[in-house]
């Protein structure tokens, strides 16, 4: 079992519609979830990370964590082409030592289309 | 406010040379962590430096090793390339030496590629 998994795609949403990403993590410790974006040829930037049950919202996006089922989504409303990238899930687990490693899921391809 | 930077953007190299990758991290961060991501996969942690030191590693051989300045830059180092060390190898810089709460803000990479 991997550690952080993502379907790997691609999503395909039209233009406005409501794209949802999924992410399952296998460590019940986990403490910090992150949702990078990366477009081809770039490196990852971060659009949201979440510690907490429930939602957080930050303009278009919300992402979900529900620890009991070792769930995180990232929800993407009014989806635009520029959107679509791979959307990477990582996973920080439980705070020891200070350490900061994430682990990545393998990452979701998104394409919206107008 | 700077970036993570990374040197250089790309690189070729034969197998069994050597290479040293660059990272300044973010302004007013002072821990680096290295990531080698392979086409179509997710960033795999190579080891993380604070305070000088390597405080974490991942599941790389010996001949991936590394180093932190007292400016807290750093560098990344392989030694007898092989074919499959082909890769986008990532620079992330974070505050604090971890932490909950404490994100990770990637650099631009470096592209390696091993004939």
């Known amino acids: 079992q991997k550690e952080v998994e993502q379907n790997s795609g691609p999503l395909s949403v039209p233009e406005g519609a409501i794209a949802s990403l999924n992410c399952t993590y296998s460590d019940r410790g986990s403490q910090s979830f992150f949702w990078y974006r990366q477009y081809s040829g770039k490196s990852p930037e971060l659009i949201m990370f979440i510690y907490s049950n429930g939602d957080k919202e930050d303009g278009r996006f919300t992402a979900q964590l529900n620890k009991a089922s070792q769930y995180v989504s990232l929800l993407i409303r009014d989806s635009q082409p520029s959107d679509s990238a791979t959307y990477l899930c990582a996973v920080k687990g439980p705070f020891s030592g200070g350490y900061n490693k994430l682990i990545f899921g393998a990452g979701t391809r998104l394409a919206v289309h107008p | 406010d700077a970036g993570v930077t990374q040197s250089p953007t790309h690189l070729i190299k034969t197998r069994g040379q050597q290479v040293t990758l660059r990272c300044s991290p973010k302004?007013?961060?002072?821990?680096v962590s290295w990531y080698q991501q392979a086409l179509g996969q997710g960033p795999q942690f190579i080891f993380q430096y604070y305070e000088e030191e390597e405080r974490q590693r991942g599941n790389f051989p010996d001949r991936f090793s590394g180093h932190q300045f007292p400016n807290y830059s750093s560098e990344l180092n392989v030694n007898a390339l092989l074919l499959g060390d082909s890769a986008l190898y990532l620079c992330?810089?974070?505050?604090?030496?971890?932490?909950?709460?404490?994100?990770?803000?990637f650099g631009d990479g470096t592209r390696l590629s091993i004939l």
């Open positions: 992330a810089s974070s505050l604090g030496g971890g932490g909950d709460g404490q994100p990770q803000h």
């Open positions: 302004s007013g961060h002072d821990t």
